[in-house]
C-alpha cells in the first residue's frame, strides 16, 4: 500500500497493491497490519457504512461532535470528489478542506481522521460509495456543516447545482458550527 499525506496531514490517501489478470483484478481493500504498518495508526473500525447516489448528488460535510468518527472511504463503482475539512479549533488548519478523486477505476481510499468533515459529490452517473467508521453512528451527536460556506471556498467542480438532503441544504456555516476544540 502506498500512503501519501494530503495538504491536511492527518488526511491521508491510500493506494492499495491492485493485482490484475485476464480475469480481473484483486486488492485488499482493508488489512489492519498493512494499514499500521503503512500509515504508523492503529485504528479499530466498528461500522461500516455502503451507499449509492446519482450523479450530481452532494453527501455533507458531516461529523460527530461527541464521540467523533475516523473514516476509511473508497468508491465500489463510479466516481466521487471526496472532501475533508479539518474542524478543530486548535489546528493551525482550522477551516482548511482538501479533496481528493476516489473512483472504481483509481481504486483510492481517503483516510479521514476524528476532527474532520467529511463530504463527497458524485460525478460519475452513479457511485456506491463505501466507507468504515472508527465509532458508531449516534443521532444526536450527528452534525452538518453548509457545503458552499464562503469562509471555506470549497471547489466542489460542480456543473450544475447539487443535489442536497434537507438537513445539508440548512447546514450551518462554520462560524456558527459547534466544532472540534
Given amino acids: 500500500m502506498r500512503v501519501s499525506p494530503t495538504e491536511l496531514p ?10 490484475t489478470d485476464d480475469r480481473g483484478f484483486f486488492f485488499e481493500s482493508w488489512n489492519a497490519k498493512t494499514f499500521a504498518a503503512a500509515t504508523g495508526l492503529t485504528v479499530e473500525f466498528v461500522q461500516d457504512n455502503h451507499s449509492l447516489s446519482r450523479r450530481g448528488v452532494l453527501r455533507g460535510i458531516h461529523y460527530q461532535v461527541v464521540r467523533p468518527q475516523g473514516k476509511l472511504v473508497r468508491v465500489a463503482a463510479g466516481t466521487v470528489l471526496d472532501v475533508a475539512v479539518d474542524l478543530r479549533r486548535s489546528s493551525p488548519r482550522f477551516g482548511r478542506w482538501v479533496a481528493a478523486e476516489l473512483s472504481a477505476e483509481n481504486h483510492r481510499q481517503l483516510w479521514i481522521p476524528p476532527g474532520f468533515g467529511h463530504g463527497f459529490v458524485v460525478t460519475s452517473e452513479a457511485a456506491t460509495f463505501l466507507y468504515k467508521t472508527t465509532d458508531y453512528w449516534v443521532g444526536e451527536y450527528d452534525r452538518s456543516l453548509r457545503w458552499n460556506d464562503p469562509t471555506l471556498g470549497i471547489d466542489w467542480r460542480l456543473e450544475d447545482e447539487p443535489v442536497l438532503a434537507s438537513k445539508d441544504a440548512a447546514a ?10
Avoid at 10 to 19: A, D, G, K, N, Q
Avoid at 172 to 181: G, S
Fill in 10 to 19: 492527518e488526511v491521508l490517501l491510500l493506494e492499495p497493491r491492485v493485482f
Fill in 172 to 181: 450551518p456555516l462554520l462560524v456558527d458550527a459547534e466544532v472540534f476544540e
